[in-house]
């Protein structure tokens, strides 16, 4: 017999983990639940509640308690950005993610609005120019298979990228080889990026705009790519449904 509802979300969770309940299916319905373990029915509630929380569950309208489907997607580190992808091929950083991933995509996957802003204090900073001078934000959220993955805005001077592809809204990458390529033809040929990723709980706009369920928390990347000469020619911001990615790194460890 099961007792207290942390106990009851421990053999639950077990049971997702083991593949008694499958990604998309639902759990028992509370009744059954609390007639099984022998517990009450708030007891279900907290421990469902419980894995909710924790991002391996969500309540669904009409359905029950649906266990969440968690594919593995490998987001690449300094792989992901080789010259090789954007310079001399098609391939923009979010393909790779989905290529070693073993996952489809295609160009729509990806959406975009582009507008002129005052830059906030932290993109003036980035970009070395002056406090509330106008910038090109490029804001896109990427899907997969219908479900919003992550969401990134990139700023860039208006001088740089003035009448480009990058200031295009069509959905998809800013043609071949997105928003490096463009940048390469401009001069501007990006040669180093430093990425600083946070963890934090969601906003409610961001927790809409991802769909995530309660209690899962996003991973925060800032993004800023350098010339080879030094010179910023993009800051951008990212926020990751964190139960959708694993951040892989591969490097050469400094001397």
Known sequence: MTHGYKELAAVLRDGIQRGDYPPDTTLPKQADLAAEYGVNIKTVRNAVALLESEGL????????????????????????YAKSNWKYGDRVAFAADREASGQSWTPTDQT??????????????????????????????MRQDGTPTHTLTSYYRVEDVDGTPLVDPTPGPAGRGGGFAVLTLQGL?????????????????????????????????????RTKEGRVVEYAEGVHAASRFAWTYTFEMPD
Request: no cysteine; net charge positive; charged share 30%.
């Open 57 to 80: 569950v969500t309540p669904v309208r009409r359905r029950g308690t649906v266990v969440r489907s968690r594919p593995p997607m490998r987001r690449l580190g300094i792989e992901r």
């Open 112 to 141: 975009q609005t582009v507008e002129r802003v005052h830059a906030p204090s932290r993109v003036a900073q980035a970009l070395g120019i002056e406090p509330d001078a106008e910038v090109y934000a490029r804001a896109r959220t």
């Open 189 to 225: 040929e990006p040669d180093q990026i430093t990425e600083t990723l946070t963890a934090r709980m969601p906003r409610p706009d961001e927790a809409a705009m991802l769909e995530l369920p309660g209690g899962e928390p996003v991973m925060v990347l800032q993004r800023t790519t």
